[in-house]
């Protein structure tokens, strides 16, 4: 369904004028991305899945909501058993989601707008319909075709035991043992998420070299970088030992293996062969953050993620702010600043549960859950807080709008591959993944022009559609709008932090630059110093003037 026209906003209004100022160089260190999954985005043709002209349909929104860049997550060719984090062809576009075409026009469309375009990239591991693993599949064991991947011979006798103990990120064995072109039981391949996501062997030079290929392939038609996914396990540990039950899953064998960092220097290389200052983000969530800052050394990527808000704990904030500005400060990299994404439990529904269920552990006996006006204002207040930071900061599509995570869905309807490997245990990731709704009396709420969505969309989300909040002075839309609006204008993504005494210790209290931030984590009003409060969280106004900070409530104020 086509967008409707952003109309200008007055030239009074924080929101104004946007796109002015705005400077070219390291546009990074301060940006606001905003990433769109694109199977729930917008749907351009009716089936029901989002897709590349859905999304172009309604930049003029994410224009109007003001983000640096748009951070697209997998869109290419794929048998869509993992979201498209499965991928059977790096350099095509799924016809699920259009052609090659519809992405030059989004493309094309976006830089109009002054917003550039990040895209995915899974380089650990392929679907196993890519055309390289089909033919490794067909090959005898030590063959070339098997080299791009980790087959190996199984333990116990006649080999049916897996190489190694290592578990899949999805639940149940990270093997699965290939059956041989005579039929026979045969080597075993390595796969950290789905049977279906065969890892590739990054000792191979080929493998290097396709990725190569690949980059190249996107940034000659204008990509202004790429996200990368699970940057941190390309590398294994040579020999590919049993895992220790006893360490830390950050000292994993198959994680943040020293050799990573020669594979990101040489794709940074790369990279700054091309003009326009083209950036590499690393999904990367090693401990403790100086080592995690290692991805971002000078010569690597320019951006790693950095921990989910997960906890709602002024102490706690506040130790993980300053421990993630002082380890990416010591390399000269900016800090990230991510509530929530396609792999987590939506911040509006996440901070209300228990420890233990965050951020991605609900399922069927889950406890806790609060009802969704209960929630909002945490979800409310902590945008406030990840937009003040200096640095760069990430939304994820819908929590401009104040989406909950959607925990309803019937176990007939549900996609995610964690749902079946953890046998029902674990819901998975597709609560943060119902398509989203932009007019509340549209089929599909506006997804799309059909009355199909390809998860069942809940009858909440005809109350939080955009265009019921559109121009509403409270709405959670309103919020983020003047929000980012506010952070350009004051410069917040090139400030710092101050920490301010003399405040309970359930309120975090900051000034950055000429805004001083607060942050009531509490249970009880906290005092709020006279002055100009330029933006609350409190959905009743947004320009309390009264003396106290409610609980759950955020407001940056005129320092």
Known sequence: MPATAVQPRDSGH???????????????????????YPRSFADGDGDGIGDLPGITSRLDALQE???????????YTSPQRDGGYDVADYCDVDPLFGTLADFDALLLAA???DMRVIADIVPNHSSSQHPWFQAALDAAPGGIERGRYLFREGRGIDGTE????????????????????????????????????????????????EFRRILRFWLDRGIDGFRVDVASSLVKAEGLPDLDPELDEDLAPY???PGVHEIYRDWRALLDEYEGDRVLVAESWIKPLTRRAEWVRPDEMHQAFNDLFDDWDAPTLRRIIDDTLDAFSAVGAPSTWVASNHDTVRQATRLSLPRSERPNGLGPNSTGIASYDDTLPRARALALLTLSLPGSAYLYQGEELGLPEVSEIPDEARQDPTFFRTEGEQYGRDGC???????????????????A???????????????????VADSTLTLYQDAVALRRSRT?????????????????????????????MGSEPAPLPAGEVLLSSAATSTTSTTSTLDPDTAVWMHA
């Open 433 to 451: 993944r119902v398509p989203l709704p932009w007019e509340a009396d549209a089929p599909s709420y506006g997804f799309g022009p059909g009355e």
């Open 14 to 36: 924080p929101r104004a004028a946007r796109a002015e100022g705005r400077v070219n160089k390291e546009w990074w260190r301060t940006a606001v991305i905003y990433q769109v």
């Open 111 to 113: 830089h109009a707008r």
């Open 255 to 257: 994680t943040g293996q």
């Open 162 to 209: 897996p190489p190694n103990n290592w578990r899949s990120h999805f639940g149940g064995p990270a093997w699965t043992r290939a059956t041989e072109a005579d039929g026979a039981p045969g080597q075993w391949y390595l796969h950290l998420f789905d049977t279906s996501q065969p890892d590739f062997d990054w000792s191979n030079e080929e493998v290097r070299e």
């Open 65 to 75: 909501l003001g983000v640096d860049a748009v951070w697209l997550s997998p869109f």
């Open 492 to 520: 917040l993504g090139a400030g710092h932090v101050e920490w301010l005494p003399g405040y309970p210790t359930h309120v975090l209290a900051f000034r950055n630059g000429n805004t001083t931030v607060l942050v009531n």
């Open 453 to 471: 969505s390809w998860l069942p969309q809940p009858e909440l989300w005809g109350r939080l559609a955009r265009d019921r909040q559109q121009d």
